[in-house]
Every structure is written in C-alpha cells, then in structure tokens.
C-alpha cells in the first residue's frame, strides 16, 4: 500500500498564491508517476498535472504557465506551486501515484489521498 498526505491547500484571492505538498509513504513500493487532479463542484476529477520518475511534467492547457509541479524522489514527495489563481482554480485537490511492488513484472496500481479544498475568492 502506499498513501498520500496532501497538506497547503485553503482559500487565497484571485491572482494570489498556494503550494501543495504531497508526501507519499516510504515502504518497498516503487513510485513512478505522481500527480495532481482536482474535482470542482458537479464535476468530474479532472488531470492538473504530472510527473514522471525521471521529473519530466505535464500540464493541462488551463494551468500552463501559471502552475508549477516539481518532485524529490528523496523524500516521495511532490510539490504544486500555484500562482495567478483564478476563482475556476476553485476545486478539491487530489495527489495521485502509480506504485508497484518493487519486484520484476509487478503491476502498477493506481493510488489516491483525501484531497485538499482550495478555494479562490475576493
């Protein structure tokens, strides 16, 4: 099993700033992927963005140049770095990963956290 303990997120103004953490458990579970999804109100949960092993992102288009996503194998932990916030931002954040059992041919799981509200309004 692996879990994810998201931390950062809260109510900021339009244009104004947030980091989101996520530390994800150490056991003998290999991580590839991790990323951050989020789910408004009404609907459905929705890709941010991503990020491989390796440390190379993805974003999609609504976050480019505005969201930064980072990662530190080190610690199993990775970052969303927030900026220029929008009230559509407004949603309940969640951090993902991709694990397997670190074994030959394992399969990779999907894992979840609880998700974090944030919330942008003047």
């Known amino acids: 099993q692996v879990r994810l303990a998201e931390s950062g997120g809260g109510l900021v103004q339009p244009g104004g700033s947030l980091r989101l953490s996520c530390a994800a458990s150490?056991?003998?579970?290999?991580?590839?992927?991790m990323g951050w999804y989020r789910q408004a109100p009404g609907k459905g949960r929705d890709l941010v963005a991503e990020?491989?092993?390796?440390?190379?992102?993805t974003y999609t288009d609504s976050v480019k140049g505005r969201f930064t996503i980072s990662r530190d194998n080190a610690e199993n932990t990775i970052y969303l770095l927030m900026n220029n916030l929008k009230p559509e931002d407004t949603a309940v954040y969640y951090c993902?990963?991709?694990?397997?059992?670190?074994?030959?041919?394992?399969?990779?799981?999907?894992?979840w956290g609880q998700g974090t509200q944030v919330t942008v309004s003047s």
């Open positions: 993902a990963a991709k694990a397997s059992p670190c074994v030959h041919g394992a399969q990779e799981s999907d894992y």
């Open positions: 990020i491989t092993s390796a440390g190379n992102p």
């Open positions: 150490r056991n003998t579970f290999c991580i590839s992927s």
